[in-house]
């Protein structure tokens, strides 16, 4: 039977064709696009095999002369600025951009924390300002960060002034090339150790330096107490160090020594309420982490300063021109006062600009405690982001030129969270004052006193260091420099 449609009906039909094709069309899209539009953007990158997935490409990194950032780069280069990984079993994020960074530093504590790695809490201790738990760390963090303020640093920079002169005297009139990281690596370590706990004795300071090397080497090592691996060597030189720094407070206890250090400012809240004072194993974990945390950065921007002015000699010239400035009316050999360290204002910039291009922490480690989104990318609890203060630092929509040496860049004021050597937020450096005082007290009698000249250009970097240090230690040669005032 034939169906006869008149026009009207005709036109009804295709008008209610029309209007379901539009609908599902249009339903389509728009399930399309809110998936599209809802969905945060994957991460690139290889998480290979569970638990080992790309850790032999990081060892292999970090054992190779070009460093363990290499990976990073490399990493890069194939999937672009984000990209994920897997080391020894967790999930890696570089975060490389400072609105990432800020995002981290300052939610740290209450988003974020410091990945807890067994072998550094039995290395610094359970109470190290490094391991701590949140409550603990800012009561501990208040009451260690007296002794580092401006102001406490005036009697160090004395002592530390005096220490160096001596000592680069003596090398200049041996006019033997030596290496610039081992002098400042000993300079350093003797420096801190007499401001921290008033040792001068040789022998006990090479007794301590030996096993805080132990226990720093045992800081990122497998935790098993087997005799001949780091991790043994490390807990046996913490026990060491731990009945060497008992036998101080007892003897300050007693009476028998008093000295007007660190430790002494400390065993001074003994009549406090308990949490106005440190404990006894606080007190002892902590001085543990401050040598740690201040030696090997300390030397290592020390040597790469030494570096970097050799390579750029008009900034060279610039900063001995400021320094023979600052003293031209004070006696030959004067020592240095805070107030003379704070007028440098170029050598500020000078520490600024060896601390953007070293980069002597790479990056620094956080755990997610919650699913979150940075830059865009869905981040899930567990995973660990890294600030990349290295990326950032040479990131050249921040800094122009990145790899030219220009410490006047830091005329400008700089973008927030694109200048951040010793972190921000609750985990800023500790020592930042300190630091910032020693090298420009090293710059000073540097290039007031001497001209030098690098005698090793090979650029490879030590092998297995998490630090960035050149493999050659970086021999000079020192020269007295002519003055005629
Ligand atoms: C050029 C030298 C130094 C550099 C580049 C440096 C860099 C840093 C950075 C980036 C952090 C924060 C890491 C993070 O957020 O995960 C840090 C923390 C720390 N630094 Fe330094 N540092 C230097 C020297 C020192 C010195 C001289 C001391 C002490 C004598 C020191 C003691 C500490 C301590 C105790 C912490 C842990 C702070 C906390 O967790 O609250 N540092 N440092």
């Known amino acids: 039977m034939k169906v006869i449609l008149s026009n009207e009906e005709l036109l009804f039909q295709v008008q209610n064709y029309y209007v379901i094709i539009v609908t599902v069309f249009s339903l389509g899209v728009a399930f399309f696009l809110s998936k599209s539009w809802g969905r945060k953007a994957e991460i690139p990158g290889r998480l290979g095999l569970p638990f080992i997935g790309e850790t032999l490409s990081f060892f292999s990194a970090t054992n190779s002369t070009k460093g363990c950032y290499n990976f990073v780069k490399v990493r890069r280069l194939r999937y672009g600025k984000w990209f994920k990984t897997r080391i020894l079993g967790k999930i890696h994020m570089f975060v490389p951009s400072t609105e990432g960074a800020k995002m981290i530093f300052t939610s740290d504590f209450a988003n974020f924390n410091k990945g807890y790695v067994k072998s550094m809490a039995d290395a610094v201790g359970k109470n190290s300002l490094l391991c701590v738990p949140h409550e603990s760390h800012k009561r501990i963090r208040r009451l260690l960060s007296d002794p580092f303020s401006m102001n406490s640093l005036s009697k160090f920079v004395k002592?530390?002034?005096?220490?160096?002169?001596?000592?680069?005297?003596?090398?200049?009139?041996?006019?033997?090339?030596?290496?610039?990281?081992?002098?400042?690596?000993?300079?350093?370590?003797?420096?801190?150790?007499?401001?921290?706990?008033?040792?001068?004795?040789?022998?006990?300071?090479?007794?301590?330096?030996?096993?805080?090397?132990?226990?720093?080497?045992?800081?990122?090592?497998?935790?098993?107490?087997?005799?001949?691996?780091?991790?043994?060597?490390?807990?046996?030189?913490?026990?060491?160090?731990?009945?060497?720094?008992?036998?101080?407070?007892?003897?300050?206890?007693?009476?028998?020594?008093?000295?007007?250090?660190?430790?002494?400012?400390?065993?001074?809240?003994?009549?406090?309420?308990?949490?106005?004072?440190?404990?006894?194993?606080?007190?002892?974990?902590?001085?543990?982490?401050?040598?740690?945390?201040?030696?090997t950065t300390t030397a290592a921007a020390m040597m790469w300063s030494v570096k970097f002015l050799h390579d750029n000699r008009e900034a060279q010239q610039k900063l001995r021109e400021e320094q023979l400035a600052m003293i031209k009316d004070k006696a030959d050999g004067a020592a240095l006062t805070l107030e003379d360290v704070s007028s440098m204002s170029y050598g500020l910039k000078v520490v600024k600009e060896t601390l953007r291009m070293s980069n002597v922490l790479l990056w620094y480690p956080r755990v997610a405690l919650n699913d979150c989104t940075i830059d865009g990318f869905e981040i899930k609890k567990g995973w660990h982001v890294n600030i990349d203060a290295a990326y950032i630092h040479y990131d050249p929509a921040l800094y122009k030129d990145p790899e030219q040496f220009n410490p006047s860049r830091f005329e400008e004021m700089q973008k927030s969270y694109s200048f951040i050597p010793f972190g921000s937020g609750p985990r800023t450096c500790l020592g930042m004052n300190m630091a910032k005082v020693t090298m420009l007290i090293f710059l000073h009698r540097l290039t007031s006193g001497y001209l030098w000249t690098v005698d090793d250009p090979d650029l490879s970097l030590e092998k297995k260091s998490h630090i960035p240090r050149l493999r050659s230690g970086c021999p000079i040669t020192l020269k007295p420099l002519n003055k005629s005032k």
């Open 159 to 295: 002592t530390f002034d005096k220490m160096l002169s001596e000592r680069l005297n003596k090398l200049q009139e041996s006019g033997k090339s030596f290496s610039i990281l081992d002098f400042s690596m000993k300079l350093t370590f003797d420096a801190m150790c007499n401001m921290l706990m008033s040792v001068t004795d040789d022998s006990l300071l090479g007794q301590i330096e030996k096993d805080c090397t132990a226990v720093s080497d045992a800081m990122l090592s497998f935790p098993f107490m087997i005799p001949g691996t780091r991790y043994y060597r490390g807990i046996k030189a913490r026990r060491r160090l731990m009945e060497t720094f008992r036998g101080m407070i007892a003897k300050r206890r007693s009476g028998e020594e008093s000295f007007e250090d660190f430790l002494q400012s400390m065993l001074e809240k003994d009549s406090c309420p308990t949490n106005e004072k440190l404990s006894d194993s606080e007190i002892m974990d902590n001085l543990l982490t401050l040598i740690i945390a201040g030696q």
